[in-house]
């Protein structure tokens, strides 16, 4: 029972280069979220999505961009990397919010912006 | 949007003894009260929720306690142990419009389990 995977585990990336952070998961789970976690920041939103073909905007949004063209799939895209975006970026699920339902997280990508 | 915070911020016990991790958070409409627990290198992961129905809740050594005219929640682990020893998350929630939209997290406290 995989859960949540996010590929891949640890970037290092070059400013101004781009990518594309992976989140898979295999629990049927119609909502999933792209989190960020600084030192002494917590975890704030960057984008959700509430199902397949839909994205929304979260507390973080800007320089990111994300797709969800398969309901188990959910990608968090950086266009032009920069130093500020590095983070640990943690990717979650959830059935459905409306009934108070558990998120799962997945490990985590380390990113480091150079 | 939500104001969370937590305190403290850092929590050293020994061994054996009890913590207590508080939650504040400002939007009176919320009605769903998670605690997540985060070991290192590792995603968040529920331990205990309430809801705001209820005012308190027991999971064999962790409780949750509601005080929602106070707009405040904590978390109690007894008998503490090495394993307790991770960064705690509370997310108070309100659903009445949806709750699509993620949730708000404290900034997380760092538990300590002196052996």
């Known amino acids: 029972n995989a859960g949540v995977t996010q590929t891949p585990k640890f970037r290092v990336l070059k400013t101004g280069q781009s990518m594309t952070l992976l989140c898979a998961q295999d629990?049927?789970?119609?909502?999933m979220y792209w989190y960020r976690q600084d030192p002494g920041m917590g975890l704030r939103l960057i984008h959700y999505?509430?199902?397949?073909?839909?994205?929304a905007k979260g507390e973080v949004p800007d320089g990111y961009n994300v797709s969800r063209l398969k309901k188990q799939n959910f990608l968090l895209g950086l266009e032009s990397a920069a130093p500020s975006q590095t983070s640990v970026y943690f990717c979650?699920?959830?059935?459905?919010?409306?009934?108070?339902?558990?998120?799962?997280f997945g490990q985590g990508t380390r990113l480091t912006v150079v | 949007g939500e104001n969370v915070e937590q305190h403290p911020s850092t929590l050293s016990v020994q061994e054996g003894d009890s913590a207590v991790i508080k939650c504040t958070y400002s939007?009176?409409?919320?009605?769903?009260f998670p605690w997540y627990k985060q070991e290192l290198g590792k995603g968040p992961q529920l331990i205990i929720d309430i809801r705001s129905n209820v005012g308190e809740k027991k999971d064999q050594r962790i409780a949750v306690t509601l005080n929602k005219t106070a707009k405040h929640f904590s978390l109690h682990i007894t008998e503490t142990q090495p394993e307790d020893s991770a960064v705690y998350f509370c997310a108070p929630k309100s659903y009445s419009g949806g709750g699509a939209d993620g949730l708000t997290f404290g900034k997380g406290t760092h538990l300590i389990i002196q052996p």
């Open positions: 979650a699920s959830s059935y459905s919010p409306l009934a108070n339902t558990e998120a799962f």
């Open positions: 629990m049927n789970h119609e909502y």
């Open positions: 999505s509430v199902g397949e073909g839909t994205t």
């Open positions: 939007d009176s409409a919320s009605n769903y």
